[in-house]
């Protein structure tokens, strides 16, 4: 069973920064793939960015540019450093897992197991 906490939402105004940290227990295993999401009010879950064990990133078309996703293995960690935000970034964001050799950074939420409780994101204009 792999856990997954997020924490480090909150409100900023267009153009700010934040970071969003995920507490994962995925690290014991030797294959898997991390992923952001997220989902605004009336909309689908739709992938943000995804990681796997070998640092190989996905970005999804709205965010490349402004959004990084790293992990420190060390602490257990996912990240995502999110810069230049906008108001269409407003959205509850939640980190993903799954353990597979195939999950090729899919930024699909039906290719992810494990997803953790989220933490809200607002961006004001």
């Known amino acids: 069973q792999v856990q997954l906490v997020e924490s480090g939402g909150g409100s900023v105004q267009s153009g700010g920064s934040l970071r969003l940290s995920c507490a994962a227990s995925v690290y014991t295993v030797n294959n898997y793939c991390l992923g952001w999401f997220r989902q605004a009010p009336g909309k689908e879950r739709e992938g943000v960015a995804a990681?796997?064990?070998?640092?190989?990133?996905n970005y999804a078309d709205s965010v490349k540019g402004r959004f990084t996703i790293s992990q420190d293995k060390a602490k257990s960690t996912l990240y995502l450093q999110m810069n230049s935000l906008k108001p269409e970034d407003t959205a509850m964001y939640y980190c993903?897992?799954?353990?597979?050799?195939?999950?090729?950074?899919?930024?699909?939420?039906?290719?992810?197991?494990?997803w953790g409780q989220g933490t809200q994101v607002t961006v004001s204009s």
């Open positions: 993903a897992a799954v353990v597979s050799t195939d999950c090729f950074n899919s930024l699909s939420r039906f290719d992810y197991r494990y």
């Open positions: 990681i796997n064990r070998h640092g190989t990133t």
